[in-house]
C-alpha cells in the first residue's frame, strides 16, 4: 500500500508536537521509514548515527530506515526535503551499500534517488537534488553517470 502524507498533514503533525512520524516506503515495499524529532527518547539514542551518517539512516537487518525530523521543522519545503532524503537511504539499500559510507556510496545514492523519484514524478525533491549536487559531490551532475546505476537498479 502506498502511503503518502500531504504536506498539511505534516504541518499539523509538527504542530501538534508528535514526535514521531512513521510511514511505509514507496519506494520499497518492504521497507518503514520512522521522522523522529528530538522529543522522541529514541532521539538521543539515534542522534549519534546521525551525526556520522547525515540526514538518515538504514538500520541493519531491520528493513527500517531512520530520518533526523529536526532538519524539516520549520522548513517550508519540509516534505521535499523528506522524500529526497527517504530516496535516498532506499538507494543505498537497493545498490547494496552495506560497508561504511564513503563519498562513492553517497554519489551513487544521490544518483538512485533521481531515478527513483523521476520514475514517480517528484520534480521538486530532484531540483532540490540538482540544486545542491556539485557542494554534496565536487562535481557537476551529468545524465550519462545515470547509465550504470539504471543498470544496477533493475
Ligand atoms: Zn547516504
Redesign the pocket.
Known amino acids: 500500500m502506498k502511503i503518502v502524507i500531504t504536506e498539511s498533514q505534516y504541518r499539523k503533525i509538527i504542530n501538534e508536537e508528535k514526535t514521531q512520524i512513521e510511514f511505509r516506503s514507496e519506494f520499497l515495499n518492504d521497507v518503514i521509514v520512522v521522522v523522529v524529532f528530538q522529543d522522541d527518547p529514541l532521539y538521543d539514542k539515534v542522534k549519534g548515527f546521525f551525526d556520522d551518517?547525515?540526514f538518515g539512516f538504514m538500520v541493519p537487518g531491520q528493513n527500517l530506515i531512520i530520518i533526523d525530523g529536526e532538519i524539516l521543522v520549520d522548513q517550508p519545503d519540509a516534505k521535499n526535503i523528506l522524500k529526497f532524503i527517504e530516496a535516498?537511504?532506499i538507494s543505498?539499500v537497493l545498490l547494496g551499500h552495506d560497508g561504511p559510507?564513503n563519498q562513492k556510496?553517497?554519489l551513487e545514492?544521490d544518483l538512485g534517488a533521481y531515478l527513483l523519484l523521476q520514475k514517480r514524478g517528484y520534480d521538486e525533491p530532484i531540483e532540490m537534488l540538482l540544486h545542491h549536487f556539485k557542494e554534496r559531490h565536487g562535481v557537476e551532475f551529468e545524465e550519462s553517470m545515470l547509465d550504470d546505476i539504471e543498470n544496477r537498479l533493475q
Open positions: 551518517y547525515g535516498h537511504e543505498h559510507r556510496d553517497e545514492a
